[in-house]
């Protein structure tokens, strides 16, 4: 299940990279801001193909040692997410810049995708920064003991065990 995919995404990955680079080489002569809009669906395919194979490895790799993976997993995820969504919104501003903001059906559609991109791109940072305070809240009330003071909770138990079956009482 797992190598069909692997196989899979991996088909996607070059399927979008042969594309791209195959677009651009045709299209090189017609200049940076044409390319930027034809290729742009292209290049996020490709990075999202890019972002669910990190992703499935990391999965991996935390289902195997899961100690301390959870935030690494999770800033895996939200750095590109971030990047994707400030991607796009840099898209429909290209957009609107050589197009032109006027009075039309498509420049409400224009303003539409653009204000849906900055309320994505915004909610991601909020859930972000909640999701920040909470784990520094829970970091602050439940610290996480150290192997000496475990160590030393150990002793002190080993000892009372000890102490508590010389007085007859059962451990």
Known sequence: MYARLI????????????????????????GASPLLLFLFQCGMLLCDALHTLLQCALQRYERRDQQHRSTLL?????????????????????????????????????LANTKAAFEALRQRIVTHRNFVRADANLK??????????????R???????????GL???A
């Open 7 to 30: 196989t899979l995404q991996l088909g996607i990955i070059g399927t979008a990279a042969t594309l791209l680079l195959g677009s651009a080489l045709l299209l090189r002569g017609a």
């Open 74 to 110: 999770y800033y895996a995820t939200l750095v590109p997410e971030i990047s994707m969504q400030l991607g796009r919104l840099a898209h429909h501003v290209h957009v609107w810049y050589v197009h032109g903001l006027s009075i039309s059906v498509i420049s409400v559609l224009l």
């Open 140 to 153: 602050r009330r439940f610290r996480t003991a150290e192997a000496d003071e475990l160590a030393k909770v």
């Open 155 to 165: 002793a002190r138990v080993r000892v009372g065990v000890r102490v508590g079956v």
């Open 168 to 170: 007859g009482v059962r």
